[in-house]
């Protein structure tokens, strides 16, 4: 297409840049933001090819713009941001403007842009920031518009001066004449300038004569800064034509100042012109004069009798102030060897101008403060740059007496001469470094007014402990300072903070300082610019504050913050200012912390730059960089007391330690120096900043664990230890970094892959674990929020906010708050759902650190039925583990499970179902299973009658979609621990209060999904923990089979009948997985009566089966005869057909002892079809092998009789093979239960001595001391202690059954306690009383 149709591909662009822009497109985000750039260099690159159409679209487009009528502030804002970016692309479209452009497109450009772009010029509004940025951008494109079209421009300048000419109005329009102050000029344009008002300057009226003279001036400095080479080879090379069209029009102007105001007016001009005519400076410089020149002469006296007080006017005192400025300006780009005169020159008058300019007593001002400050620093500048020696005027400036103004001039002129240095003979900012420390001093004195001013108070030093003897003594906040003053304080703060940017030497120097001082100087400057970052109400300041710093945080610059020891400095100073940073983050009280983020990124690569230049320094002086793994001893001497590393956060309560030493009290603080403590709390930032609702932060976030990951590879480099000493978590932290390098999908399968990663973190550190806290802490408080909506938005009558605000309207959580929620901002659910995922994926790390269980308890089940339903296998006790904030989390879920809200119930009730079900860290199934079989269980009474509600049912229909989505959902991990737990009771409970719903529709799906739970939990059979299988299974055959209804099923309703047959579908499915390998038990009986029970259940299943198959059979032909929905349910019934014979095949299977004299009858049955049926069940029985072995009555007994005599079968040697096995893969808490079957088996086969001797044997073995034998948790002491228990118990009862019948018995021993704890004990006494009674023989 760009080949064939360039006009309609240009166009294209054009037009998508058009809908971009804010104006039409609405409030930017970092998307669009993005994308209006693309777009932007997109046309600039097209215009360097297609010039004439891409300027024609975007002059089109502006004049649209600017013809738009615009309501409200937000329009106005966007209006001027669309205008900034048109007018910014015309710059740079016309800064690469094609040399071979037509002339006719020089006459497009002048018709049609430069009309639009005078628009902005001519109606500049004073005081109008917008205008004033409008007014700047639009000379900007008129400078790029005159480089290459300069003879237009000039065309337009020069008939504007005719019509002029013989304009007779004394207020005619003067615009066109001021855009010689923005136009591009060199040598040879001025000169043609110069010529062209000469030649009409008599004729034009006042007014025009002084716009004139003021443009020109403006014109000569375009050329001076933009061509400077040119303006100093005048002084090398004198161009007579130059200094004849100077010459005249200075006799001109010098003639048209008739009067002290006119004078006024043109001095800055005529000093200008004077400037251009270096050989008739040096002609009035000699005694005696020409005549021609006397003029100039005399305008040089005059100048100098106005600066110094004698001429009579304050006016022409200012106006000579301004034109020796200019001299002193123009000067500094002429080389001293060129032209020694004027150097004299201006030496005669620079004394005079320092004094007037800066006198603290009687300060300058023209009642115009900008032009004042300008002057000012054109003037500090042009004196430094001429003597920079002569630093008089510095001190004047640096004083803290001196005037606000003084200090704003002082620290711009420094900025300029950093930033500007385009001549070789300009001196540079070396020559200041020995001013570092009374900048320093104005810097930490302005920044605590400006914080001041602004209300907030003044943050704590981070660095207590470090000597700064330039401490401000000067600062007595008493009175807070006016608004006036605080603004003025907040532009001087801006200021100092881009000369630190500019020159971050120039504040670091400190020359002939000691290391401790001037550690303790560069960690205030760093202090200082750290509590910038997050002032919300300076912006600009605080961008330039993160600039700033990382500026310091360059290479060369950590160099400077203390030569003698720049790693320990570096770790000191740099982890303080990450631990605060992040401490801010976490808390979310920045604004834009996603940009605050992405510089923090950029913060870490320079940190890493860092340790890898350092890395093979000794490690004598890098001891910070080891100080993860090094104990607090051997880091004492640099790490932080208590006190100190509480001063980090601001405003934190400090705590005194135990210790006086510094080494105790890192001690007593588990020996974390603030290196550490920093890279906790970076980890807790870029952890909490993945449950973002920002696409874009999570991304950053992810890809920051890039850079921890290169820091631990730099540490264990050097350190030569393993790179999980240092980032525990590494492997997970790198999968984090390269997801951001290629996820480009939607939030919701962004924050999917987040969850996913976060189940694989294996290690619990101080990072993960407070992150989860202050996660749930955050993640309690939108809940209430949420839950009080619209209450607490109704009671707060304030418009709320986003939990987590973007650039433009969420970017600070508002949960750190106690504001109100607005359920009508989507992000503000959105994080809240992603809250909710994170600590559930998180959970299970933070569990395994807190969990001081060992893995997994058994209880057996022992007594009545009524009483072992309660019997399981747990992680540890739901009592043990109410008060963990996991444990109150989980809680939580499951009351949510159920809620009710208007108007987010729903979108919660789902959420939390598919987050527990697919996000829950597997690690927390255990506890999960518990709770839900301990609320489950609350909805029976005390007789075991279900307690039928709404709410109950809601909850337990929940809980079976969790179940099933958490069974199907083979997480990795998940098999480890779903057996940690046992789910039976919890199971039967569920289908014993569903049996009772009834069956309407409801109550039919939900039979349906319990079913389909039943049949994943059998294929997750082998994960699963169950303490009574078989009696289990049994039981859920029992209830399940009682809802396949077959044709009972009378409903007239046929959406309800096929209900009912996905009930029955979804049954008999369920049921064939419990009967596989199943033997039935029936509850009661024994001997031939048990025999004859499971003949009797085996009956009762077989019937059900074999008349479902008939009823299937029935319906079958009635289908086959009718059509439509008929035939759809006929396909039902086949796959029924198909599970009911596969249901009768396991049935057979695992009880053909007690099943095949009642199936195999059927064999002969005079019905064909249950012929056919009954060799289809044999055919799949015979396919599976069936032992026909097991027809034996006495099957049960011989079974136990082989499992018992494999447990204890002994080797020729003595040893126990499968005990030994058992002993090795049992975890430690069945150990008890363990001991308890193998003493009774062993001393049932009188092999008790051959078990003690292998169990003793190996303890002795592996025992590291004879101290510690038989002393540990080991399954021989459990063994050991079991039998004690049980053979030495008559021995015990005869031991101390005198002893207690006396206590208990005897008068005197009535009223005396034997309490052992003494700090328990009523009274002193009884401690005696017991030790008398122990005494006793």
């Known amino acids: 297409m760009a080949a064939h149709k360039p006009v309609e591909w240009v166009q294209a662009v054009v037009n998508r840049f058009d809908e971009q822009l804010p104006i039409k497109a609405g409030q930017q985000n970092t998307h669009t933001k993005v994308s209006t750039e693309h777009n932007k260099e997109c046309l600039i690159n097209i215009s360097k090819y297609k010039f004439s159409l891409v300027i024609s679209g975007l002059t089109n487009i502006l004049k649209n713009v600017n013809n738009m009528r615009i309501f409200g502030e937000t329009a106005e804002k966007n209006l001027y941001l669309s205008q900034l970016i048109i007018l910014d692309t015309l710059e740079k479209c016309l800064a690469g403007q094609p040399k071979d452009t037509m002339r006719l497109d020089e006459t497009m450009l002048v018709k049609q842009l430069l009309p639009e772009i005078c628009h902005f010029i001519h109606t500049y509004r004073e005081g109008n920031q917008h205008a004033a940025e409008l007014r700047n951008s639009a000379s900007g494109v008129l400078f790029s518009l005159s480089c290459n079209n300069f003879n237009a421009v000039f065309s337009r300048i020069s008939t504007r001066l005719q019509e002029l000419t013989v304009c007779s109005e004394d207020n005619a329009d003067v615009h066109d004449i001021e855009l010689l102050q923005y136009i591009s000029v060199d040598c040879s344009k001025l000169k043609r300038l110069l010529q062209e008002t000469v030649f009409k300057f008599k004729a034009l009226k006042k007014v025009a004569q002084l716009a004139v003279i003021n443009s020109l001036e403006k014109a000569f400095w375009n050329w001076v800064e933009n061509y400077p080479d040119e303006f100093t080879k005048l002084y090398q090379t004198p161009q007579t034509d130059m200094a004849d069209c100077a010459e005249k029009l200075f006799d001109l102007v010098d003639g048209f100042a008739e009067s002290t105001k006119r004078k006024a007016a043109v001095w800055p001009l005529q000093i200008i012109l004077l400037v251009l005519c270096p050989e008739i400076i040096q002609d009035i410089a000699k005694d005696v004069v020409e005549e021609t020149k006397m003029n100039k002469k005399l305008f040089l006296d005059n100048l100098r009798k106005a600066l110094a007080g004698h001429g009579g006017s304050r006016q022409l005192t200012e106006s000579a102030a301004i034109a020796c400025v200019k001299l002193c300006k123009a000067s500094t780009y002429i080389n001293w060897e060129d032209n020694s005169v004027i150097?004299?020159?201006?030496?005669?008058?620079?004394?005079?101008?320092?004094n007037l300019l800066f006198n603290p007593s009687k300060p300058f001002s023209r009642g115009n403060q900008n032009a004042d400050v300008d002057l000012m620093i054109d003037c500090l500048v042009s004196c430094f740059r001429i003597n920079p020696h002569n630093n008089q005027h510095f001190k004047i400036c640096l004083a803290q007496n001196s005037p606000s103004t003084f200090h704003y001039v002082l620290v711009n002129s420094l900025h300029r001469i950093i930033t500007n240095?385009?001549?070789?003979?300009?001196?540079?900012?070396?020559?200041?470094?020995?001013?570092?420390?009374?900048?320093?001093?104005?810097?930490?004195?302005?920044?605590?007014?400006?914080?001041?001013?602004?209300?907030?108070?003044?943050?704590?030093?981070?660095?207590?402990?470090?000597?700064?003897?330039?401490?401000?003594?000067?600062?007595?906040?008493?009175?807070?300072?006016?608004?006036?003053?605080?603004?003025?304080?907040?532009?001087?703060?801006?200021?100092?903070?881009?000369?630190?940017?500019?020159?971050?030497?120039?504040?670091?120097?400190?020359?002939?300082?000691?290391?401790?001082?001037?550690?303790?100087?560069?960690?205030?400057?760093?202090?200082?610019?750290?509590?910038?970052?997050?002032?919300?109400?300076?912006?600009?300041?605080?961008?330039?504050?993160?600039?700033?710093?990382?500026?310091?945080?360059?290479?060369?610059?950590?160099?400077?913050?203390?030569?003698?020891?720049?790693?320990?400095?570096?770790?000191?100073?740099?982890?303080?200012?990450?631990?605060?940073?992040?401490?801010?983050?976490?808390?979310?009280?920045?604004?834009?912390?996603?940009?605050?983020?992405?510089?923090?990124?950029?913060?870490?690569?320079?940190?890493?730059?860092?340790?890898?230049k350092n890395k093979q320094s000794d490690r004598s002086s890098c001891h910070f960089l080891f100080l993860y793994d090094v104990s607090g001893g051997g880091t004492s001497q640099i790490s932080l007391d208590h006190e100190e590393m509480m001063r980090c956060a601001p405003g934190a309560t400090l705590r005194k330690g135990k210790g006086n030493s510094s080494m105790?009290?890192?001690?007593?603080?588990?020996?974390?120096?603030?290196?550490?403590?920093?890279?906790?709390?970076?980890?807790?930032?870029?952890?909490?900043?993945?449950?973002?609702?920002?696409?874009?932060?999570?991304?950053?976030?992810?890809?920051?664990?890039?850079?921890?990951?290169?820091?631990?590879?730099?540490?264990?480099?050097?350190?030569?230890?393993?790179?999980?000493?240092?980032?525990?978590?590494y492997n997970t932290f790198m999968e984090f970094a390269s997801v951001s390098n290629m996820m480009s999908t939607g939030r919701a399968a962004?924050?999917?892959?987040?969850?996913?990663?976060?189940?694989?973190?294996?290690?619990?550190?101080?990072?993960?674990?407070?992150?989860?806290e202050d996660t749930h802490a955050k993640w309690e408080q939108a809940t209430k929020l949420i839950l009080n909506y619209p209450k607490t938005k109704m009671e707060d009558g304030q418009v709320a906010e986003s939990l987590h605000k973007t650039i433009v309207k969420r970017r600070m959580s508002h949960v750190s708050g106690g504001g109100s929620i607005d359920l009508s901002d989507t992000d503000s659910l959105q994080e809240w759902i992603n809250m909710t995922g994170f600590l559930c994926a998180l959970g299970g790390v933070c569990l395994q650190h807190r969990s001081t269980a060992g893995l997994?308890?058994?209880?057996?089940?022992?007594?009545?039925?009524?009483?072992?339903?309660?019997?399981?296998?747990?992680m540890v006790s739901t009592e043990g583990n109410a008060e963990t904030p996991v444990s109150k989390f989980?809680?939580?879920?499951?009351?949510?499970?159920?809620?009710?809200?208007?108007?987010?119930?729903?979108?919660?009730?789902?959420?939390?179902?598919?987050?527990?079900?697919?996000?829950?860290?597997?690690?927390?199934?255990?506890?999960?299973?518990?709770?839900?079989?301990?609320?489950?269980?609350?909805f029976f009474d005390s007789q075991g009658q279900v307690l039928l509600t709404e709410t109950n049912t809601q909850f337990v229909e929940q809980t079976i979609a969790i179940m099933k989505n958490l069974l199907d959902n083979h997480t990795e991990g998940s098999s480890e621990h779903l057996g940690q737990a046992s789910i039976e009771t919890m199971m039967l409970n569920l289908v014993r209060y569903v049996r009772v719903l009834g069956n309407l529709v409801h109550a039919i799906q939900i039979k349906t999904k319990l079913c389909q739970l039943v049949e994943v939990m059998m294929e997750r059979r082998d994960d699963l923990s169950f303490c009574q299988e078989m009696k289990f299974r049994n039981k859920m055959v029992e209830y399940l089979t009682d809802w396949v209804m077959g044709t009972s099923n009378q409903a007239t309703d046929e959406d309800v009948k096929c209900l009912t047959r996905d009930l029955d579908q979804a049954s008999m499915e369920a049921v064939v997985s419990l009967l596989a390998g199943l033997p039935l038990q029936p509850e009661e009986g024994?001997?031939?009566?048990?025999?004859?029970?499971?003949?009797?259940?085996?009956?009762?299943?077989?019937?059900?089966?074999?008349?479902?198959?008939?009823?299937?059979?029935?319906?079958?032909?009635?289908?086959?005869?009718?059509?439509?929905?008929?035939?759809?349910?006929?396909?039902?019934?086949?796959?029924?057909?198909?599970?009911?014979?596969?249901?009768?095949?396991?049935?057979?299977?695992?009880?053909?002892?007690?099943?095949?004299?009642?199936?195999?009858?059927?064999?002969?049955?005079?019905?064909?079809?249950?012929?056919?049926?009954?060799?289809?069940?044999?055919?799949?029985?015979?396919?599976?092998?069936?032992?026909?072995?097991?027809?034996?009555?006495?099957?049960?007994?011989?079974?136990?009789?082989?499992?018992?005599?494999?447990?204890?079968?002994?080797?020729?040697?003595?040893?126990?093979?499968?005990?030994?096995?058992?002993?090795?893969?049992?975890?430690?808490?069945?150990?008890?239960?363990?001991?308890?079957?193998?003493?009774?088996?062993?001393?049932?086969?009188?092999?008790?001595?051959?078990?003690?001797?292998?169990?003793?044997?190996?303890?002795?073995?592996?025992?590291?001391?004879?101290?510690?034998?038989?002393?540990g948790n080991s399954l021989a002491s459990k063994i050991m202690t079991f039998c004690f228990k049980v053979y030495g118990a008559t021995y015990l009862q005869k031991l101390l059954e005198p002893l207690l019948r006396t206590v208990i018995t005897s008068s005197e021993w009535q009223h005396v306690s034997f309490e052992v704890d003494p700090t328990r004990e009523d009274c002193p006494a009884q401690q005696d009383e017991f030790c008398c009674m122990s005494s006793k023989p």
């Not at 950053?700 to 590879?713: G, N």
């Not at 962004?750 to 989860?772: C, D, S, Y």
Request: some cysteine.
């Open 421 to 612: 240095s385009a001549l070789d003979w300009w001196p540079r900012i070396d020559a200041v470094y020995c001013h570092a420390m009374e900048l320093r001093s104005m810097f930490s004195e302005t920044l605590h007014k400006a914080i001041q001013g602004c209300g907030a108070h003044p943050a704590i030093r981070m660095t207590p402990s470090l000597t700064f003897k330039e401490k401000m003594t000067s600062l007595k906040f008493k009175e807070k300072p006016t608004d006036l003053e605080t603004r003025s304080y907040k532009f001087l703060l801006l200021s100092l903070v881009k000369l630190i940017h500019a020159d971050p030497k120039l504040l670091l120097c400190n020359p002939r300082k000691q290391g401790p001082e001037t550690q303790g100087s560069t960690a205030e400057l760093i202090t200082g610019l750290v509590q910038l970052v997050p002032q919300s109400s300076m912006p600009d300041i605080a961008q330039e504050a993160m600039e700033a710093l990382l500026v310091l945080h360059q290479l060369d610059s950590i160099d400077l913050w203390n030569p003698d020891a720049p790693i320990e400095t570096f770790w000191e100073i740099s982890s303080q200012m990450l631990f605060y940073i992040c401490k801010k983050l976490t808390s979310h009280q920045m604004l834009s912390s996603t940009e605050i983020l992405k510089w923090l990124r950029e913060i870490l690569i320079c940190r890493n730059k860092f340790l890898l």
């Open 856 to 874: 997994a308890t058994y209880s057996p089940p022992m007594g009545p039925v009524s009483e072992r339903k309660g019997s399981m296998i747990s």
């Open 664 to 729: 105790e009290s890192t001690a007593a603080c588990s020996g974390t120096p603030i290196c550490r403590q920093a890279q906790t709390k970076l980890e807790v930032a870029l952890y909490m900043f993945l449950w973002s609702p920002d696409i874009e932060a999570v991304l950053v976030a992810m890809s920051c664990f890039r850079h921890l990951c290169e820091e631990a590879d730099i540490r264990c480099g050097v350190d030569e230890v393993s790179v999980h000493n240092f980032l525990p978590n």
């Open 343 to 354: 150097f004299l020159l201006v030496q005669s008058m620079v004394v005079d101008l320092k």
């Open 750 to 772: 962004l924050q999917k892959r987040v969850m996913a990663l976060l189940r694989r973190i294996e290690h619990p550190t101080a990072g993960n674990t407070e992150a989860w």
């Open 890 to 938: 989980i809680d939580r879920l499951l009351t949510l499970m159920v809620c009710n809200h208007e108007k987010v119930g729903l979108q919660i009730r789902t959420n939390i179902k598919d987050l527990v079900g697919l996000e829950l860290s597997p690690a927390l199934y255990p506890m999960l299973f518990n709770k839900l079989k301990n609320t489950i269980s609350k």
């Open 1086 to 1271: 024994d001997g031939v009566e048990l025999m004859e029970a499971k003949s009797q259940l085996f009956l009762k299943y077989f019937t059900l089966f074999m008349n479902l198959l008939n009823d299937c059979s029935e319906v079958e032909d009635e289908s086959a005869q009718t059509g439509g929905r008929k035939r759809g349910m006929s396909r039902r019934l086949a796959s029924l057909r198909h599970c009911t014979v596969l249901a009768m095949s396991n049935l057979l299977n695992a009880n053909v002892d007690s099943g095949l004299m009642h199936s195999i009858g059927l064999g002969y049955h005079k019905d064909l079809q249950t012929r056919a049926t009954f060799m289809e069940v044999l055919t799949k029985i015979l396919q599976q092998g069936t032992e026909f072995d097991t027809l034996a009555e006495t099957v049960l007994a011989d079974r136990f009789e082989r499992l018992v005599e494999l447990v204890t079968m002994m080797g020729d040697q003595g040893e126990l093979p499968i005990a030994m096995a058992l002993a090795n893969v049992v975890p430690c808490s069945q150990w008890d239960e363990l001991a308890r079957v193998l003493v009774t088996l062993f001393d049932s086969r009188h092999l008790l001595y051959q078990l003690l001797w292998n169990m003793f044997s190996k303890e002795v073995e592996l025992a590291d001391s004879m101290q510690t034998l038989f002393r």
